[in-house]
Nanobody, 125 residues
Framework: QVQFVESGGGLVQPGGSLRLSCTVS????????VGWLRQAPGKEPEGLSC????????YYADSVKGRFSISKDNAQKTVYLQMNSLKPEDTAVYYC??????????????????RGQGTQVAVSS
């Protein structure tokens, strides 16, 4: 059974940074693309970033490109999202996700993507 456990969220001031972690079980990161999406209250889920298996090619939504960076440690079965220059509009619950593909389909995920329970990120002064 595949399971994602996200951590690292919290309250941060605008301009600050956070590093999210996603511990993965039941899925070999060498063979599956994984990534992050977020959902703000009253809004649809928004795909943010995806990292492929193999060479680890990564993709980003325009809203986070240049500020967020995805990485993974296959041996530790962990996916990371480094978030810099945070803005109030980044406030959301952040989820680790996969569509069980070897490659990413851009930075987003399908509505049926598997995701974890999420971690809350709040950006406010």
């Amino acid at each position: 059974q595949v399971q994602f456990v996200e951590s690292g969220g919290g309250l941060v001031q605008p301009g600050g940074s956070l590093r999210l972690s996603c511990t993965v079980s039941g899925l070999d990161l060498r063979y599956y693309a994984v990534g992050w999406l977020r959902q703000a209250p009253g809004k649809e889920p928004e795909g943010l970033s995806c990292i492929e298996s193999g060479d680890g090619r990564d993709y980003y939504a325009d809203s986070v490109k240049g500020r967020f960076s995805i990485s993974k440690d296959n041996a530790q079965k962990t996916v990371y999202l480094q978030m810099n220059s945070l803005k109030p509009e980044d406030t959301a619950v952040y989820y680790c996700a996969t569509d069980f593909y070897y490659q990413c389909t851009g930075y987003g995920f399908s509505s049926g993507a598997l995701r974890g329970q999420g971690t809350q990120v709040a950006v406010s002064s």
